[in-house]
């Protein structure tokens, strides 16, 4: 079966700057875009961004500015999130997923496969 194991979140300082991967198995990794998305408490799941089947192009939601960068190694059947200036508002619980086939899209239903979460805490 499909498994999406997010790691490297952590509790940092504003303006420190994170790297969160997802190691992905089950599946044939370069033929599926990967998503990263987030949730804080009382909020719904947010689209941060995705990658398509190759690393050749990636979407990012308007509200990151530019601070997020995905990639993606397919001979690690791995995704990874770079994070730099961490704010505050950052804090959240930050997931991956697969998609249902190899373009970038921001629509969770766009999305098959979710790993359980890793916690990204910014403090001031």
């Known amino acids: 079966q499909v498994q999406l194991v997010e790691s490297g979140g952590e509790l940092v300082q504003a303006g420190g700057s994170l790297r969160l991967s997802c190691a992905a198995s089950?599946?044939?990794?370069?033929?599926?875009?990967m998503g990263w998305f987030r949730r804080t408490p009382g909020k719904e799941l947010e689209f941060v961004g995705s990658?398509?089947?190759?690393?050749?192009?990636?979407y990012y939601a308007d509200s990151i500015e530019g601070r997020f960068t995905i990639s993606r190694d397919n001979a690690k059947n791995t995704v990874y999130l770079q994070i730099n200036s961490l704010k505050p508002e950052d804090t959240a619980v930050y997931y991956c997923?697969?998609?249902?086939?190899?373009?970038?899209?921001?629509?969770?239903?766009?999305?098959?496969?979710w790993g359980q979460g890793t916690q990204v805490t910014v403090s001031s």
């Open positions: 089950g599946r044939t990794f370069s033929n599926y875009a």
């Open positions: 997923a697969q998609g249902r086939e190899i373009r970038a899209t921001p629509s969770l239903y766009d999305y098959a496969y």
């Open positions: 990658v398509d089947w190759n690393g050749g192009s990636t």
